[in-house]
């Protein structure tokens, strides 16, 4: 198959910060080592040595801009209308809102994500390991640490810091700066404390080298995670996670490699309590998340949509019941 992946959140590879892009990088390699051909329609400034780049311009309409050649299309973000020169899919990354239309060919990456729009279709993301140095799973870990958008309230940075104080615990904070205007209005408290460490935005070898001498990581998120990067990134790093019961956590969070709680207190008797293994988590994000495993799954999606069957037996909807998000203190 001639498979073209389009995206427009950055540039690829990404070398800080990067969701989507880390995660379509590693689906086209592995079409690649599949056997299929993989071209990129994305921003301008992106390389690839396995793959032809086309150059994504977000001024010109989508379609024009899909050769001839291709057997199919993969977005990797949602359209105000759909493809109609060929047959396509959509994954969606992020949480539509109850007003937005969803493509019928939209494929989800948590079984949560699906059931919340009234679907079943799925593939849960992978990354290519082989991108992120080995971890160490052999050091002591005296911390613990947050990865994520720590401007964003959803991701709840304040709530990880006071899981960590409770626990008599430090936290490095990865993806958020210290003096912002948020912080020292809601955490100004957290600001000052030497225990809460703030180490910015960091790429792949910063982010390991923290991560190595950490216990966990803690992510009470106060939104419906569509699925969550950071926690398979910890996981593979040898840290357990530590969350609430929101969005996909409860599907990615097994007993043996971390725990979801309801409250801070309950998570806090928790991390006393808990039997870490860096190796068990290690083996597990290998296992279960890695780019292999992903783009098996999407080279069955795509042959059911070439053969003119649709991803979903309906259009996904909004499903108010499903998205009320649990109460977390």
């Not at 086309?54 to 001024?59: A, I, P």
């Not at 709530?159 to 409770?166: F, N, S, V």
């Not at 969005?247 to 709680?261: K, N, Q, Y």
């Not at 069955?300 to 909807?317: E, M």
Request: net charge neutral.
């Amino acid at each position: 198959m001639k498979i073209l992946i389009v995206d427009k959140s950055g540039i690829i590879p990404t070398i800080n910060y990067g969701g989507t892009e880390r995660v379509i990088w590693g689906l086209g390699k592995e079409l690649t080592l599949l056997g299929h051909e993989v071209f990129y329609l994305v921003k301008e400034g992106s390389t690839c040595d396995f793959a032809e780049i086309l150059v994504l311009k977000d001024e010109i309409n989508i379609e024009s801009q899909i050769p001839k050649y291709i057997d199919i299309v993969h977005l990797n973000f949602r359209l105000k209308q759909p493809i109609t020169s060929k047959p396509y899919l959509i994954t969606m990354h992020g949480n539509p809102s109850k007003e937005e239309l969803i493509d019928i060919n939209t494929v989800f990456i948590s079984k949560n994500q699906a059931e919340r729009y009234q679907s079943s279709m799925y593939v849960h993301n992978g990354l290519d390991w082989s991108d992120y140095p080995a971890p160490n799973l052999d050091t002591e870990r005296t911390y613990f640490h947050f990865l994520g958008k720590a401007a964003w309230k959803v991701k709840n940075v304040f709530g990880a810091a006071k899981i960590a104080l409770e626990s008599n615990n430090k936290l490095h904070i990865m993806g958020g700066k210290r003096w912002t205007f948020r912080n020292l209005k809601r955490g100004f408290g957290y600001v000052l404390n030497p225990k809460i460490i703030f180490r910015g935005m960091v790429d792949n070898n910063v982010k390991m080298d923290i991560m190595k001498n950490s216990k966990a990581l803690l992510f009470p998120v106060s939104w419906h995670e569509p699925f969550g990067l950071a926690i398979i990134e910890s996981l593979y790093a040898g840290c357990a996670v530590f969350g609430t019961k929101n969005g996909s956590l409860p599907e990615l969070i097994t007993p043996e490699v971390g725990f979801i709680g309801d409250c801070s207190s309950e998570i806090v008797k928790a991390i006393q309590e808990f039997d870490y293994n860096p190796k068990l988590c290690h083996e597990y994000a290998t296992k279960y998340f890695n780019s292999n495993r992903m783009a098996e799954s999407y080279v069955i999606l795509y042959k059911k949509i070439l053969s003119g069957d649709t991803l979903n037996q309906k259009v996904p909807q909004y499903d108010i019941e499903n998205n009320k998000i649990a109460i977390f203190n």
